[in-house]
């Protein structure tokens, strides 16, 4: 949090359930990593990582994320690193995960005793380790020691998660940045690359002949019919190089979504569209650009594929928010047979395009699902983490 900003009481709030929730669910985290161990062992002596493993470790990257309040690439670690971050959750996480659910459950457990006691029959009972329960005088007293539970546990929650979220991030090798601050990789820099052409091979080539134009003008006279007829030319060039930079900044993040925002920006593919398309949306809030972009951009591509192959007569698009995640869903009633591309030659006519889709998902860390049987219908859905 940036320095003398004083958080709001409901936003403190927030971050110690985030702190609680990322604690206690390391028990669940711990009991797979303590399962996974000997796959993840093998993928050592073999040099790749077992899907089971990269799937525990999305679902830490997206834990970690919440809990930094920032977006943890989906880069691919090292299966050795894996290994060290099971061996740590296993262990040492497992022991604070312990801690935690027991501050937890047995604070909410000393906090109801007088309750379930009674109920009983108030036999003498032991509610809490070293605790003899026989009378009223010392159930009345047990509240007060769970209560003492709950304090304890919510007030280390946030900054004990936010140490072990930065831990997780250490031992996994993964740099804790927004997304497009991640460290160059070939996909950037063949988009970087792209860019460069485009700028060079239409922008730069419309000025360089408006500028001829120009000088051809000056020699000739603007007032001559020869002067006047370059003068058009030059500003057809110049018109022509603002479209092709107009179309370069479109392809990075679309000015429809500065303007109208994800929804917006959605339902705008969804009227320029050659088939009928449908878009449901729930209130979103502020969505972080980066995600914004992914969200289009992989709208844009399912429904040029369904136009394309799908032979379908409606689609339907659907954004829902939940506090953090961002969940899309694209539906058609075309033929099916929508499928990522597997190695070369792809799995049909609309593989690589999902491909593209897939790893623009997995950039983020998020988690596309889809389903295409033969005969339709053709459900794409996914959903990005999305904290600010």
């Not at 006691?117 to 509610?127: D, E, F, K």
């Not at 009378?135 to 546990?153: D, Q, R």
């Not at 991030?169 to 927004?178: A, D, F, K, M, V």
């Not at 395009?353 to 339709?376: K, T």
Request: some cysteine; charged content about 15%; hydrophobic content about 45%.
């Amino acid at each position: 949090m940036a320095s003398g900003h004083r958080p709001a009481p409901g936003e403190r709030w927030l971050v110690t359930v985030r702190g609680v929730s990322y604690l206690t669910s390391g028990a669940f985290a711990s009991a797979a990593a303590l399962a996974l161990m000997i796959p993840a062992a093998a993928g050592v002596l073999r040099g790749r990582m077992f899907s089971p493993v990269a799937g525990l470790l999305g679902w830490e990257r997206r834990r970690v994320g919440v809990v930094l309040r920032s977006l943890v690439p989906g880069r691919h670690v090292v299966p050795w690193r894996a290994l060290l971050w099971l061996c740590w959750q296993a262990t040492g996480g497992l022991a604070i995960a312990l801690v935690a659910g027991y501050l937890l459950l047995g604070g909410i457990n000393a906090l109801t005793f007088p309750i379930w006691w009674a109920l009983i029959g108030a036999p003498p009972v032991s509610p809490l380790p070293g605790v003899l329960v026989t009378g009223w005088p010392t159930a009345a007293l047990i509240p007060v020691i769970g209560l003492a539970y709950e304090a304890a546990l919510l007030a280390t929650a946030p900054w004990a998660a936010a140490g072990l979220a930065r831990l997780s991030t250490s031992l996994l090798g993964i740099p804790r940045t927004r997304a497009r601050d991640e460290q160059p990789d070939p996909t950037r820099g063949a988009e970087l690359r792209r860019i460069e052409r485009a700028i060079h091979d239409g922008v730069q080539a419309h000025l360089v002949n408006a500028s001829v134009l120009l000088g051809m003008t000056r020699t000739l006279g603007p007032s001559t019919p020869q002067g006047a007829e370059r003068i058009d030319l030059a500003r057809g060039e110049i018109a022509a190089a603002l479209s092709a930079l107009r179309g370069i900044i479109d392809t990075v993040y679309p000015p429809v979504l500065a303007d109208r925002g994800i929804e917006g920006a959605v339902r705008a593919l969804a009227g320029s569209c050659g088939i009928p398309c449908a878009v449901e949306s729930d209130e979103l809030g502020d969505v972080p650009a980066e995600i914004e972009a992914a969200t289009y951009f992989g709208v844009a591509e399912c429904l040029s594929n369904a136009v394309k192959h799908a032979r379908c007569s409606q689609i339907r698009v659907r954004l829902r928010r939940d506090p953090d995640r961002l969940l899309c869903e694209v539906v058609d009633d075309g033929v099916g047979g929508a499928a990522v591309a597997r190695g070369a030659g792809g799995a049909g006519p609309q593989a690589s395009g999902l491909a593209g889709l897939a790893e623009r998902i997995d950039e983020f860390a998020g988690v596309l699902r889809i389903s295409s049987p033969a005969g339709g219908p053709t459900r794409i859905s996914w959903e990005l983490p999305c904290v600010s």
